[in-house]
Nanobody, 121 residues
Framework: QVQLVESGGGLVQAGGSLRPSCAAS????????MAWFRQAPGKQREFVAA????????NYADSVKGRFIISRDNAKNTLYLQMNTLKPEDTAIYHC??????????????WGQGTQVTVSS
């Protein structure tokens, strides 16, 4: 079964850090750009960060720039999101997604179920 599975979310105080990961099974993703999105209760899903297939280029939403770092280990078929200096407004379910291209095109063919991140004030 081809799937993306996120883990590593949790409850943390404001100012703390978390490092969710996204593991792929049933398919290698070394030729796909990858991205993280998040969705807070009552809000639309929003883009967080993306990384090219080779990992050489990343881009971030302004709201997380300078605090979050997206990375990947293609040997492990795993995507990461290092989240630092967390704020209560970062509270959301975080989903990873696989782009159909090696660069971020916004066209995704695989999504994970998500991992909950809750930041208390």
């Amino acid at each position: 079964q081809v799937q993306l599975v996120e883990s590593g979310g949790g409850l943390v105080q404001a100012g703390g850090s978390l490092r969710p990961s996204c593991a792929a099974s049933g398919r290698t993703l070394s030729r796909n750009a990858m991205a993280w999105f998040r969705q807070a209760p009552g809000k639309q899903r929003e883009f967080v960060a993306a990384i090219t297939a080779g990992g050489g280029t990343t881009n971030y939403a302004d709201s997380v720039k300078g605090r979050f770092i997206i990375s990947r280990d293609n040997a492990k078929n795993t995507l990461y999101l290092q989240m630092n200096t967390l704020k209560p407004e970062d509270t959301a379910i975080y989903h990873c997604a696989a782009d159909i291209r090696t660069y971020y095109s916004g066209d995704f063919d695989m999504w994970g179920q998500g991992t909950q991140v809750t930041v208390s004030s």
